[in-house]
């Protein structure tokens, strides 16, 4: 049995909420290990459309077990609104999720500071969720977790100590009136009735399934781009989504890891501010936008669309050791008669070695693309590899040998059966 992770290989929301739910009808376990309720993880199933922000898309098949691990971080309110959410389709959530006792608990001081610090100079572009400040004060060691929703008393001074020192903050620096502390405290203290039974010491527990061998599926959110050390920092999130953010989000060690899944668009989007060579901002960004119906899961925003970048692409894949993918999103480009793939970038003539992750490097580059003729026809009820038109193989083929990844699932439209596997 085996343990695998899947990562977003580009800026987030390549599928992974999809491509999770048609593996996990082989796990029995799915883990959510970093990130918090900024991802969108869409999952649609026959004329049924689920969008997941904290809980592993694994919850929608009943035989699978679900795991909030240590490195995500909770917004207890988000989770009670998610969990009464699924529950309303019929879905059954008591004892198929399990929370880590160690994961950090986001606090509506973390979301007051991100969007204040939005409104500042340096406009990451946000999710608003509590991100960023809620990992800021996880590192800073001054952060509260879901354990300490057990112990009232123990919470209530954390909670204060905290917060006298945020509403300085806000006072001082933001010229913000700041929080009633009373009301927050009584607010938190109120939680663990309802979040008690779904607390467990997740790393154990994980460990112990795998012992059992039974298999677990490791769900990444957002992506490789977007990882504080090896993204666009500072456009990035405040997490690891990369692979190696699998291990310390999960309490899973490496050696129980057995395979890593890179899940690559067949374009490139991103949402929010930074960096993004291929960007298109003319009529085929816009195309790509309507065609694809690029606008954000969490926040409806409008994603900025480009082609696909095989050397961004390449570089996610070494940080990640992937070496096969899903490719998601394939349909979308059946329109187009021409379709562009960055093979380089060139700075000041030359071409680049490597990936630079820094912003003054990165906004001056010239993508250097290879041209490939577009396929003309409708792919989405293509039902196998064998069964697409030559020239969308030669479109898969191309990204492949590009980036040293092979396709393993491909998908050609939102739904469960618009997939399949590719026989290698
Ligand atoms: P995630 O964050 O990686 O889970 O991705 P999102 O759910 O944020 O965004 C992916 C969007 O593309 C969702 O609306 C999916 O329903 C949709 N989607 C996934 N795979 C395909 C596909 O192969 N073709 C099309 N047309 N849409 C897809
Ligand atoms: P999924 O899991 C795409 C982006 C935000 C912003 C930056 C920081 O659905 O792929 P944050 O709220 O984390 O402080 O925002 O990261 N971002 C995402 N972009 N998909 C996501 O998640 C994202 N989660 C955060 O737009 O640019
Ligand atoms: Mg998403």
Same mark, same amino acid.
């Given at each position: 049995?085996?343990?695998?992770?899947?990562?977003?290989?580009?800026?987030?929301?390549?599928?992974?909420?999809?491509?999770?739910?048609?593996?996990?009808?082989?796990?029995?376990?799915?883990?959510?290990?970093?990130?918090?309720?900024?991802?969108?993880?869409?999952?649609?199933?026959?004329?049924?459309?689920?969008?997941?922000?904290?809980?592993?898309?694994?919850?929608?098949?009943?035989?699978?077990?679900?795991?909030?691990?240590?490195?995500?971080?909770?917004?207890?309110?988000?989770?009670?609104?998610?969990?009464? =959410?699924?529950?309303?389709?019929?879905?059954?959530?008591?004892?198929?999720?399990?929370?880590?006792?160690?994961?950090?608990?986001?606090?509506? &001081?973390? *979301?007051?500071?991100?969007?204040?610090?939005?409104?500042?100079?340096?406009?990451?572009?946000?999710?608003?969720?509590?991100?960023?400040?809620?990992?800021?004060?996880?590192?800073?060691?001054?952060?509260?977790?879901?354990?300490? @929703?057990?112990?009232?008393?123990? @919470?209530?001074?954390?909670?204060?100590?905290?917060?006298?020192?945020?509403?300085?903050?806000? %006072?001082?620096?933001?010229?913000?009136?700041?929080?009633?502390?009373?009301?927050?405290?009584?607010?938190?203290?109120?939680?663990?009735?309802?979040?008690?039974?779904?607390?467990?010491?997740?790393?154990?527990?994980?460990?112990?399934?795998?012992?059992?061998?039974?298999?677990?599926?490791?769900?990444?959110?957002?992506?490789?781009? @977007?990882?504080?050390?090896?993204?666009?920092?500072?456009?990035?999130?405040?997490?690891?989504?990369?692979?190696?953010?699998?291990?310390?989000?999960?309490?899973?060690?490496? /050696?129980?890891?057995?395979?890593?899944?890179?899940?690559?668009?067949?374009?490139? /989007?991103?949402?929010?501010?930074?960096?993004?060579?291929?960007?298109?901002?003319?009529?085929?960004?816009?195309?790509?936008?309507?065609?694809?119906?690029?606008?954000?899961?969490?926040?409806?925003?409008?994603?900025?669309?480009?082609?696909?970048?095989?050397?961004?692409?390449?570089?996610?894949?070494?940080?990640?050791?992937?070496?096969?993918?899903?490719?998601?999103?394939?349909?979308?480009?059946?329109? !187009?008669?021409?379709?562009?793939?960055?093979?380089?970038?060139?700075?000041?003539?030359?071409?680049?070695?490597? !990936?630079?992750?820094?912003?003054?490097?990165?906004?001056?580059?010239?993508?250097? &693309?290879?041209? @490939?003729?577009?396929?003309?026809?409708?792919?989405?009820?293509?039902?196998?590899?064998?069964? =697409?038109?030559?020239?969308?193989?030669?479109?898969?083929? !191309?990204?492949?040998?590009?980036?040293?990844?092979?396709?393993?699932?491909?998908?050609?439209?939102? *739904?469960? %059966?618009?997939?399949?596997?590719?026989?290698?």
């Amino acid at each position: 049995m085996s343990v695998t992770v899947l990562v977003g290989s580009q800026w987030g929301d390549e599928g992974k909420g999809k491509i999770v739910d048609i593996l996990s009808e082989n796990y029995d376990v799915v883990a959510r290990y970093q990130g918090g309720a900024n991802a969108g993880h869409t999952v649609e199933i026959g004329e049924k459309k689920y969008i997941l922000h904290l809980i592993p898309s694994g919850i929608l098949r009943n035989n699978v077990v679900c795991v909030i691990g240590n490195g995500v971080v909770i917004d207890p309110v988000a989770l009670l609104d998610e969990i009464k =959410l699924i529950e309303s389709h019929g879905i059954n959530v008591k004892g198929r999720l399990f929370i880590s006792h160690n994961a950090h608990l986001i606090m509506p &001081y973390h *979301k007051l500071l991100d969007s204040i610090q939005e409104s500042g100079d340096q406009k990451i572009g946000s999710t608003g969720r509590g991100i960023g400040p809620c990992y800021t004060d996880k590192f800073a060691r001054k952060g509260i977790k879901i354990v300490d @929703l057990l112990d009232k008393e123990a @919470l209530e001074s954390k909670i204060k100590l905290n917060m006298e020192e945020k509403n300085n903050l806000l %006072k001082k620096v933001y010229d913000h009136e700041g929080l009633d502390i009373a009301s927050i405290v009584n607010e938190y203290i109120n939680f663990d009735k309802v979040i008690d039974s779904y607390i467990t010491d997740t790393a154990a527990y994980l460990n112990c399934v795998i012992d059992d061998g039974k298999s677990v599926l490791l769900e990444g959110a957002q992506g490789a781009l @977007l990882d504080v050390d090896f993204g666009t920092y500072p456009y990035v999130t405040s997490s690891s989504p990369t692979s190696g953010g699998a291990c310390t989000g999960t309490g899973i060690p490496p /050696t129980r890891i057995n395979s890593v899944l890179g899940i690559v668009k067949a374009y490139t /989007t991103r949402v929010g501010n930074g960096p993004f060579p291929t960007e298109l901002t003319d009529e085929t960004g816009e195309k790509l936008r309507q065609e694809g119906s690029e606008f954000g899961a969490t926040t409806g925003r409008p994603r900025r669309c480009g082609w696909f970048d095989a050397f961004l692409v390449k570089y996610s894949n070494m940080i990640n050791g992937v070496k096969s993918v899903a490719i998601t999103k394939l349909d979308v480009l059946s329109t !187009f008669e021409k379709i562009k793939v960055c093979v380089a970038y060139e700075l000041n003539g030359k071409k680049m070695k490597s !990936f630079p992750t820094d912003l003054d490097r990165l906004y001056k580059v010239k993508p250097v &693309y290879e041209t @490939l003729d577009g396929w003309n026809e409708k792919i989405d009820d293509s039902k196998s590899y064998e069964e =697409l038109p030559s020239k969308t193989i030669e479109y898969l083929n !191309f990204i492949s040998e590009q980036t040293q990844m092979t396709p393993e699932i491909i998908s050609v439209g939102p *739904k469960r %059966k618009q997939t399949f596997f590719v026989k290698n």
